[in-house]
């Protein structure tokens, strides 16, 4: 029996479609049979279909979409940061005191107390250790950045983690130290607080990030059953959202042997793509491994294929490269790859047929991350690479043509601009030159000039809710004298589902609705198109459903 003989096993009726098919881009209804979209059309059409055994849903007029792609988080790191003490919103020492003391009694036992979203303003002076020692000294405790990049430590963790007199770190990964030769408890990038977060006894779980390594040894059944659970929580939290779709931008074949693991228990609620993680040391022969994922991993929900690279750090901390110097300071950054070899690099990744994605945020990242995609371009001729990079925070005028006219997708954030959503407007004025504010956080002017956007949270660097990501979209004001970066409504829905799928290669699996194509849907819990801006955040979700299978469902929705 081929698919359009079906019987569907679920219809949404009465609901305003927005396919993102550009033949037929709006509908009332949609037909699913054996994990795909067997038809979409009228509602009185679609209901026509139904058998004695098809679920019928009547969406009530709210607004159907294919499922969401989130085109760049970390599932394992979010969902395994789901227990840990959450500090976004708290500011000043008695409520960061308060904070950790209720965590610490709640979790008598953890090896050490891990805090995230502790925002870099958080005391009215950089954190030390004193300070979190004055907080809670008889434990180790640590709290992140929101952006990941920067941990601080207590003088306890620093000096179970033998940190405290510093330590040798890679190019660009700092313990920061004190004139009287210890730590002062700030810890820049993976390599310097990485020995911190290994207390927690999860170490494994970051190689992703970290090295791109393998856990030694390899986790028996227990400890992935364990690892599974956290994956299995970040998932739930995605699907709440609206999530069928997912780029992890970290990633190792370990990562993937979970999710494959979850896929035949049938716990896998979303399709993942994860990279292999490619770092300055490595030498050129590793890519092999990369290659022997791509093809170990090319299912319709667990798919490797490309490539990650970070080309530079973080604005807040001032390790992201620019070309000219931060305000106030003779600080650039530096490209953590040599401009030379990372060309060769990428010459060599874009041979071996897989896609590169790379962080790049400060002005001189980007630069260099262009012209080793044109370099692999030059050296291999045109193909359909689909090469990305992520986050451009700031770039040179002269660049903003160089993407489109490479096929370069611009995988950027909605929720991390400055003043968008929860980042504050004082890294504006810390971390930009006033007159470099216009090409900072662009993205209508990038996409007017040819390049493919793909929108996405970051999470857990930023809340992992679509609505948030699209309300702040919608709502972004530009910087004082600056152009307006929005796009409307229907771009910014493309980036978070076709655009997404497109930059993924994986728009003839999903990123549409249209027959053939995976049953991967969201219902959203209103009427989007009639919504005021400001209200979209806190819409909620009524239904996600994620190959013809629902994966969340809103309490009270029938
Ligand atoms: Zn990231």
Redesign the pocket.
Known sequence: MNVEDRQPDLIIKNAKVLTMDPDLPRAEAVACAGGKVLAVGRSADMAALAGPDTVVIDADGRTLLPGFVES?L?LVLGGAELEQLQLGGVAGFEALKAAFHAYATANPDRPILLAQGAAYEILDHPVTRQDLDAVIADRPIAMMAPDHHTVWANTLALTQAGLLHGADTPHGHVVVMAPDGTATGELREFEAFGPVLALGGEAHLQLGIATGGEPDPWPDAAQRAADKEKIVAGLAHCARHGITSMVN?DGNRYTCVLLKELEAEGRLTARVVVPFHMKPHMDLSELSRASAMAEEFKGDWVRSGFVKMFQDGVVDSRTAYMLHAYPGTDEQGEPLFDPARFKEICIEIDRRGLQIAV?AIGDGAVQVTIDGYEAARLANGPRDSRHRI?HIELIDRADVPRLGALGITASVQPPHPPGAMEFPMSTMEHVFHRDRWKDAYLWKTLADHGAPLAYAS?WP?TDVNVMRGIQAALTRVPYAGCQDERVGLMETLHAYTAGGAWAAHLEDLTGTLKPGLAADLVLIDGDLESLPPLGIGATGIALTVSGGRITYEAPGFA
């Open positions: 760049h970390h931008m962080h992520e970051d660097v």
